[in-house]
């Protein structure tokens, strides 16, 4: 029987909770700021900061492979690490790639860094080197890892955090492409090795940079949180101040076809609320919001 829910598929959201609080005392020991934000951040002097984050584009890559499609997984890659620095307000300054395998195949390794090249190129983003490595001890034949980190910049009086935000507030929704790049272990387990609609299941994740833009010159924005692992509420929580919450109505906008495909397959609501994106991969809190946006809640 195949897996109908994330933890089923091999991955515990619970257990990365555990271990955050270990992690946050070694990396508050070092001196750094932003811990459990979706970039962190180091003053560069007084009046501006950095802000950066690493990801990567996990197990997506298993399926952008066997589909031919390596070139939107470095779109995929590129994309999510700009969003992440973009939720601080920054503006993203430069990005480097790390590529790895059992054996490397060269023009494999061409593709995923043409396509970040894209999105960055895309940002403005100046792509300024990375790494590759063959781990034969590490990773089985046939095994890719795609990872990256990106920097950017941010006046100290432009920093977005959420500590301003309040209950009243507003939550606003920029649409995803579908599932972005997460809940891909249990989307593999879900197609198994048959065939599959690629166009459905691995468009590639969406940049926000122009939709954050527009929106700050619109509007007081408090809030962004990148709708990655750990869903909506999840996500919308980490940059929340205590005792403030979100009240979503879930039916405020259309989902991509890709959650209809869950369904069909099994996922039911609460494991697709706990673990994907639903259709939204960026959410604002702003206190009035401009003609035309999608409000789909408000803060308690």
């Not at 195949?105 to 960055?120: K, M, N, R, T, Y």
């Not at 983003?125 to 781990?135: D, N, R, S, W, Y």
């Not at 996500?235 to 991509?256: C, K, Q, Y």
């Not at 706990?274 to 959410?283: K, S």
Request: hydrophobic share 40%; charged share 25%; aromatic share 6%.
């Amino acid at each position: 029987m195949r897996a109908k829910t994330y933890e089923d598929a091999g991955v515990s959201l619970a257990a990365a909770e555990e271990v955050v609080s270990r992690l946050r005392m070694a990396v508050e020991s070092t001196g750094a700021e932003g811990f459990g934000g979706f970039a962190g951040l180091y003053p560069l002097d007084e009046r501006r900061l950095l802000a950066a984050s690493t990801d990567g584009v996990g197990s997506k890559l298993v399926l952008s492979r066997r589909a031919g499609r390596l070139k939107d997984a470095g779109r995929d890659l590129a994309a999510h690490c700009i969003d992440d620095v973009l939720t601080t307000g920054a503006e993203p300054l430069f990005f480097l790639d790390y590529v790895a395998a059992h054996r490397l195949d060269l023009s494999q390794v061409a593709e995923l860094v043409e396509g970040a090249a894209e999105v960055c190129r895309e940002a403005g983003c100046a792509l300024i080197g990375g790494e590759t490595a063959e781990l034969p001890g590490v990773y089985r034949e046939e095994e890719l890892d795609f990872a990256g980190t990106c920097v950017g910049l941010v006046e100290r009086d432009r920093l977005i955090d959420g500590s301003r935000c309040e209950p009243g507030d507003l939550v606003l929704g920029f649409p995803s492409s579908g599932l972005h790049t997460n809940g891909f272990s249990l989307a593999r387990e879900l197609v198994g090795d048959g065939d599959f609609d690629a166009d459905l299941l691995l468009a590639p994740h969406r940049l926000y940079l122009d939709d954050v833009r527009r929106l700050r010159a619109e509007a007081d924005v408090k809030a962004l949180a990148h709708v990655t692992g750990g869903g909506i509420l999840g996500n919308l929580t980490r940059v929340l101040p205590e005792g403030v919450s979100a009240e979503i109505d879930w039916d405020a906008w259309e989902r991509p076809p890709v959650y209809g495909w869950l369904d069909e397959h099994g996922v039911d609501e609460a494991e697709q609320r706990r673990v994907f994106n639903l259709g939204i991969g960026m959410c604002a809190v702003v206190p009035e919001a401009p003609k035309g946006a999608l409000v789909m809640g408000r803060l308690a």
